[in-house]
């Protein structure tokens, strides 16, 4: 019988050998110490087929190799559990010297970028801002605005006609006459919006944006209109920038400026950007014209005004020193990645 228990136990020692996990030891072990079915259980139950005189040894027997069975499988699953965790951990570990994954931050578009800038910079002179719509009538956009049918000034904005009625504008100075129709004075009012003419090249788009300014009260001068400016290029292009104003010819502003502001570039010296002149043009404004206060139902005699209109693209290609308008339209993120302050 002895060599029975022996045999046991030999199996047990060279079965464990070949086992993989905690699972697999713990399955073994049941074909050996299982209750009912287990290989020593049974051992137990062949107690009746032994003589009686050799009873006490042979349970004596099989409870020292259950014992041991326990034992060593025991430490087997031990073994093995501790081996699992070691791996699980393995296969968890976080190499926290690895650089972190980059979040790539947007930025707003250059367009509007500036348009809020602008906005900023006359909020805090008190404008508010009038969004018009894009199409627009004949009249606000040009008859109300001193400019009637067969005008020659109708020539300088090459127009998207819908009807004969009815046109997408042109400039954002249509918001002016309802501002004028629809308020009384003061105003003064801001109006951003895009703006289309049938024009294409390097410097101009079918499509552009502009950033209309009016202001209508008693005794509004050009002295007004340039003390804003000024404010206005030092926000946007520096400091040191100083405006000045040049005799130009707009429909429904008499007089009628076009203002430039000196290089920022250069400071004035000349350089390729002011093409040697030390001023770049920057917007067209002027005081409003009285025919224009008149359509609009307001008396010249008692009221004067200020206008202008800003080109948003322009103001952005020069101070970030853009070529071709285009760029600003493609949505070349690397073009405008970089331009974002
Ligand atoms: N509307 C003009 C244009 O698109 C710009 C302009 C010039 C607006 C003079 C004004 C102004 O309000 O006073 O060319």
């Known amino acids: 019988m002895n060599a029975n228990l022996e045999q046991i136990k030999q199996e047990i020692i060279t079965g464990s050998e070949g086992l993989k996990s905690s699972k697999e030891v713990y399955e073994f072990k049941k074909t050996f110490l299982d209750g009912k079915t287990g290989k020593i259980g049974l051992l137990m139950k062949e107690m009746k087929n032994i003589a009686p005189e050799e009873r006490a040894a ?13 034992e060593f499988l ?149 002295c007004d209109l340039q003390g804003m400016l000024d404010v206005f290029v030092k926000k946007i292009y520096g400091e040191g ?6 005799p130009s010819y707009f429909p429904f502003t008499e007089p009628s400026v076009e203002v430039d502001c000196s290089c920022f570039e250069c400071g004035g010296k000349g350089c390729k950007l002011c093409k040697g002149t030390g001023w770049i043009e920057i917007l067209g404004a002027g005081i409003v014209n009285n025919k224009v206060l008149e359509n609009c139902g307001i008396d010249p005699n008692e009221y004067s005004g200020l206008a202008f209109g800003i080109g948003i693209e322009r103001t952005a290609m020069l101070k970030y020193g853009i070529n071709n308008i285009k760029l600003l339209f493609e949505s070349d993120l690397r073009v405008l990645k970089q331009l974002n302050d």
């Open 58 to 70: 042979y349970g004596k027997g099989v409870n020292e190799l259950k014992e041991w069975a326990l």
């Open 241 to 246: 920038t100083r405006t000045r104003l040049r």
């Open 74 to 222: 025991g430490e087997l699953d031990l073994e093995m559990r501790a081996k699992e965790l070691e791996a699980r951990y393995e296969a968890e570990k976080l190499d926290i010297t690895l650089p972190a994954e980059k979040v790539e931050e947007g930025n707003l578009h250059p367009i509007t970028l500036i348009r809020n800038q602008l906005i900023d910079v006359f909020a805090g002179m008190g404008f508010q801002i009038y969004e018009g719509t894009e199409i627009e009538t004949d009249y606000y956009n040009f008859t109300a605005l001193n400019t009637p049918q067969d005008h020659p000034a109708r020539d300088m904005q090459d127009t998207f006609y819908l009807s004969p009625e009815f046109l997408l504008r042109t400039q954002t100075s249509a918001g002016q006459i309802h501002v004028m129709e629809n308020s009384k004075p003061p105003i003064k009012i801001l109006s951003p919006g895009k703006v289309f003419r049938s024009d294409d090249d390097a410097t101009h788009s079918p499509m552009f944006t502009q950033m209309e300014g009016l202001v209508v009260d008693k005794g509004i001068t050009l």
